[in-house]
Nanobody, 124 residues
Framework: QVHLVESGGGLVQAGGSLRLSCVASGRTVSSYGMGWFRQAPGKEREFVTAITRSGASTYYADSVKGRFTISRDNAKNTVDLQMNVLKPEDTAVYYC?????????????????WGQGTQVTVSS
């Protein structure tokens, strides 16, 4: 089992940047495919990005492609999300998630463990 804790959220103006970090404890993060999801008020949780165990492959939602970058450091047990050129529509609670067997990266049901989330607010 792995425990995930996100940090780095906050309030930023449109066009700005934030870097979210997800720290894992309990079991090494290298055992899991990792993803970031987000949920805005009144909306369903949606896929943002994912990365395979080795970091060799990454996946992005069309809405963030070219602006967000996921990375992982298995030695430090962390997974980061660099968010650039932020837009008001990026406002949401962002969740880090871990998957034992990552097949359909966009499906929340594929992820076994979740962090508590960190709020990102982008003002216009």
């Amino acid at each position: 089992q792995v425990h995930l804790v996100e940090s780095g959220g906050g309030l930023v103006q449109a066009g700005g940047s934030l870097r979210l970090s997800c720290v894992a404890s309990g079991r090494t993060v290298s055992s899991y495919g990792m993803g970031w999801f987000r949920q805005a008020p009144g909306k369903e949780r949606e896929f943002v990005t994912a990365i395979t165990r080795s970091g060799a492959s990454t996946y992005y939602a069309d809405s963030v492609k070219g602006r967000f970058t996921i990375s992982r450091d298995n030695a430090k047990n962390t997974v980061d999300l660099q968010m650039n050129v932020l837009k008001p529509e990026d406002t949401a609670v962002y969740y880090c998630a871990a998957s034992i067997v990552l097949r359909t990266v966009v499906a929340a049901r594929e992820y076994n463990y979740w962090g508590q989330g960190t709020q990102v607010t982008v003002s216009s």
